[in-house]
């Protein structure tokens, strides 16, 4: 059974700093492309920022200048390291990951992790 969990949520203040990891776990070949998301209630989720396995990356206009994504392959991990965060930033944020695996048959799979609440205020 492959999972992402998320760590590393909580309360900040504005203009304060928080870092949000994304572990991979089960049985699975490789992870590919790796990403962020967040959610507000009542809204879509966006995109907050994504790195793939080579570690190109790329971010919301948002997040830019602010927000840094970053993994390591050996273990299975992403993060993001979030910095200047404002009210705005408020949300849960996603891990998301496309991951090979051979169940139900080797084929590479979209998963989502359980999400991480993120709430800026003073």
């Known amino acids: 059974q492959v999972q992402l969990v998320e760590s590393g949520g909580g309360l900040v203040q504005p203009g304060g700093s928080v870092m949000l990891s994304c572990v991979a776990s089960?049985?699975?070949?490789?992870?590919?492309?790796m990403s962020w998301y967040r959610q507000v209630p009542g809204r879509q989720r966006e995109l907050v920022a994504g790195?793939?396995?080579?570690?190109?990356?790329k971010y919301a206009d948002s997040v830019k200048g602010r927000f840094t994504v970053s993994r390591d392959n050996a273990k299975n991990t992403m993060y993001l390291q979030m910095n200047s965060l404002k009210p705005e930033d408020t949300a849960v944020y996603y891990c998301?990951?496309?991951?090979?695996?051979?169940?139900?048959?080797?084929?590479?799979?979209?998963?989502w992790g359980q999400g991480t609440q993120v709430t800026v205020s003073s």
């Open positions: 998301n990951a496309f991951i090979t695996t051979s169940q139900p048959m080797p084929w590479e799979y979209e998963y």
């Open positions: 790195i793939n396995w080579g570690g190109i990356t």
């Open positions: 089960g049985k699975f070949y490789s992870v590919a492309g």
